[in-house]
């Protein structure tokens, strides 16, 4: 049965969703009883309540993670048998896929056909990692003929892992794939805007094979139930993607606590340069306006500062005001559309906040501007280009997530590096230019985790993702999101004499 939206768009049937926790391999409402509206942007509707978890309800997911943990059902499987439950875990999501992509749709807005993507972007995450672990090996020392030592990973145990809502399947898959390939327990929130698709991965973990009370999932707020993951006593490492401002908060409950170690994924506000000698302009242009209006410019990796060399900047900004046509929102459920809902009303306000900020300042609102299809309830904003800013403007150092690029005219490569660095983040950025030597010198001189050459944003599940500076500290994907999830243990054997 539809339900009805407020506005003009239909919703599909979500009386299937899940809206319990899951702890120990059981859905249960939370320990107090206590529920929260879950709101779907693409109509501003409410579409049910979910289990608002708390401190309770962490302990018992933490207890039940420790059990399984220290009991080796999961823990002490040999790799290649974790290998195998966890590549039967992305068969049945790839099963699914159509589904847990309409569940993302309905709870963040972004376009299914994006949310489709993002799902087998999970697949191949969980492939990635199964079918790494029995690949990797441990070390022998250089210790002498009279010893023989040994450098194996270990699974850290409990580990937290609290995530945001703007890839509601894929964040927790960056951190779920490696910790439980490598045999930790995990106990997950998600975040309050989307937690349904987290919920309904925690039932495919558990058809798949993967034990009680190794996945446990915990919808709730940031401030009790994320707070009491990050202060939690028996909570070995806490993974987290989301604003910097909350990451720090995870070092200090990290400090009060039980000194467990944190990995964070931040923030950015991402230079994207664009030198005069491009190769190829219209290309730029089309991947410049995806960098910023691709998942509604809420990408923490998005090109939100566009950096244009001053002889060129006016013709970009006229072709990227054409291409940003393409991109103007519309019905998320229509697979034709590219853009979809922002994720909820305050992020509807915070970013129209940020674009009259941008006028304020004096930058030029070259496109956009604006909350669009009001109609329907949802939350929705024209896809905004502001021209002739400067690098010292709010909207050109603060993470506005939301459809809104900021260019910025520079003259020399040495001034485009440099305003490309004058930044607290540093997370990815992008340079187009036809210059090899100059591309590697932005290369090197740029402090950013990432730097796409003659393209933006691109990435695979072979290479490391993180950022430098206020952007976090370690990495998701590739083997060396591993070590987020191992410890290393000496083994230190003394080889008698006769
Ligand atoms: P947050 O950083 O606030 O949220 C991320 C996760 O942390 C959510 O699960 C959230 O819970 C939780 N959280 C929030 N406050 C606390 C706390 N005090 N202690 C423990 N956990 C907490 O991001 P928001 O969703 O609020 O978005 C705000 C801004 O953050 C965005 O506009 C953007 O700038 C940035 N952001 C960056 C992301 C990235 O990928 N780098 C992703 C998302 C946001 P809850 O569900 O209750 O909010």
């Known amino acids: 049965m539809a339900t009805t939206a407020p ?291 809420q990408v923490c990796s998005a090109g939100s500062r566009l950096l244009l060399q001053e002889s060129i900047a006016d013709e970009f900004l006229e072709k990227l005001a054409r291409e940003a046509v393409k991109w103007t929102p519309g019905d998320p459920f229509d697979e034709g559309t590219r853009m979809g809902s922002l994720v909820d009303e305050t992020q509807l306000e915070r970013v129209l906040g940020y674009i009259e900020a941008g006028t304020g300042e004096g930058a030029d609102l070259r496109a956009g501007g604006t909350r669009a299809r009001e109609e329907t309830g949802g939350f929705y904003v024209e896809p905004t280009i502001f021209g002739g800013a400067r690098n010292d403007m709010k909207i050109a150092q603060e993470e506005i997530f939301g459809p809104v690029v900021t260019a910025i005219p520079f003259g020399s490569e040495a001034d485009g590096i440099r305003i490309a660095n004058d930044t607290i983040y540093g997370l990815t950025s992008g340079v187009w230019t036809s210059d090899i030597n100059k591309a590697h010198r932005f290369a090197r001189a740029v402090r950013s985790g990432t730097v796409c050459v003659n393209c933006y944003d691109r990435g695979d599940n072979a290479l490391p993702f993180g950022g430098f500076k206020q952007s976090g500290i370690g990495r998701d994907k590739s083997l060396h999101a591993l070590e987020n999830y191992t410890q290393l243990k000496t083994t230190y054997i003394n080889v008698l004499d006769d």
């Open 7 to 297: 506005g003009s768009g239909t919703l599909p049937d979500t009386s299937r969703f899940r809206r319990q926790a899951f702890v120990d391999g059981a859905f249960a409402d939370a320990a107090s009883g206590a529920t929260f509206a879950c709101i779907s942007p693409v109509t501003g509707e409410t579409i049910f309540d979910v289990a608002a978890c708390d401190t309770e309800d962490v302990d018992r997911a933490v207890a039940a993670a420790r059990r399984a943990f220290d009991a080796g059902t999961w823990s002490r499987l040999s790799p290649r048998e974790r290998r195998s439950v966890l590549l039967g875990l992305a068969d049945l999501i790839e099963r699914d896929r159509d589904e847990l992509a309409t569940m993302i749709t309905v709870d963040m807005g972004k376009p299914i056909g994006d949310a489709k993507g993002e799902v087998s972007g999970a697949v191949a995450c969980f492939r990635y990692f199964a079918e790494a672990v029995d690949k990797v090996y441990g070390e022998v020392g250089p210790t002498g003929p009279s010893v023989v030592s040994l450098v194996t990973r270990e699974p850290i145990g409990v580990v937290g892992m609290v995530v945001p809502w703007n890839y509601p399947i894929l964040m927790p898959t960056w951190k779920l794939a490696p910790a439980l390939a490598t045999g930790n327990s995990v106990v997950l929130k998600p975040a309050e805007q989307s937690p349904i698709v987290a919920l309904a991965l925690a039932e495919l973990a558990a058809e798949a094979g993967i034990p009680d009370g190794v996945v446990n999932v915990l919808p709730g707020m940031g401030e009790t139930a994320g707070q009491a993951i990050g202060r939690h006593m028996d909570v070995d490492k806490v993974a987290f993607t989301g604003s910097s401002e909350v990451g720090k908060f995870f070092l200090v409950y990290a400090g009060q606590s039980n000194m467990k170690g944190v990995q964070l994924e931040c923030g950015g506000k991402s230079p994207n340069v664009v030198f005069a000698d491009v190769p190829d302009v219209d290309r730029a242009v089309a991947e410049s306006a995806e960098g910023i209006f691709g998942n509604t410019g």
